[in-house]
């Protein structure tokens, strides 16, 4: 009987620990489980579009690029910046942000940028001469390498915004494998200053966005930087 009972005992412990072991994978999402949807432009990182992808390498740091440079690549990078930053250039600050940094953006360093954000909730936090938002600057920032310690520079900037033209499919573009207007329309789901073909913000109306350019503005330079 001593045999029995011990023999019942061990294929119930057994048990339990294929249960517990099942239990570290489970089935189906649990309630504290997010499920994660595309958005090109959500301010909540948890479902931005910009989330790193499974298996993508990060890519290698840029070359430097400069506002003054005349590639086509400069002059895009020119062309977003002119909706989106305006005058204030690399030391642009979302005008909504009730507390600003204490120093300019380009005096900062990554990490500093972050602890503003932290410190400050409940504000727009877009930031720099392409106006990053947090989920955003992160991810890119990620990608490059760039760690915490990275001062938030001219070239800096203009490294991580070049993340986001080819996530908007620059290299496709390049080689002839996507037109231009699809290509356009993909900047516009990025930065919200761009307009659509009818003159309005992808987001407008969305937290307060709205095209800062006109079509025929960003048409044109389009056409001035790529020709056709």
């Known amino acids: 009987m001593v045999r029995i009972w011990l023999a019942v005992a061990m ?5 339990g620990v294929r249960a517990e072991l099942q239990s570290l994978f489970p089935s189906g999402p649990s309630q504290d489980t997010k499920v994660i949807r595309a958005s090109l432009f959500s301010p909540d990182p948890q479902i931005g579009f910009f989330a790193p992808l499974p298996e993508r390498a990060a890519r290698p740091e840029a070359p430097a690029i400069t506002a003054t440079g005349t590639t086509p690549v400069d002059r895009l990078l020119s062309l977003i910046a002119s909706a989106e930053a305006g005058a204030a250039g690399y030391n642009a600050v979302q005008h909504g942000a009730r507390i600003r940094p204490t120093k300019p953006p380009t005096q900062m360093t990554l990490g500093e940028i972050y ?58 573009f390049q080689r002839g494998d996507l037109g231009q207007r699809q290509f356009m329309h993909n900047l516009a789901q990025i930065w919200a200053g761009l ?15 709205s095209a800062t350019m006109t079509w025929a503005a960003f048409d044109g330079g389009m056409a001035r930087i790529w020709g056709g």
């Open 11 to 15: 294929l119930c412990c057994a048990g």
């Open 115 to 172: 602890q503003w954000i932290r410190a400050t909730p409940g504000q727009p936090h877009a930031i720099g001469r392409y106006q990053f938002i947090p989920s955003t600057l992160r991810r890119v920032a990620a990608e490059r390498g760039f760690g915490p310690e990275t001062q938030f520079t001219a070239g800096v900037q203009d490294a991580l915004a070049v993340v986001l033209l080819e996530d908007a499919g620059l290299s496709s």
């Open 195 to 209: 307009p659509l073909p009818n003159g309005r913000s992808y987001y407008e109306g969305h937290a307060g966005n």
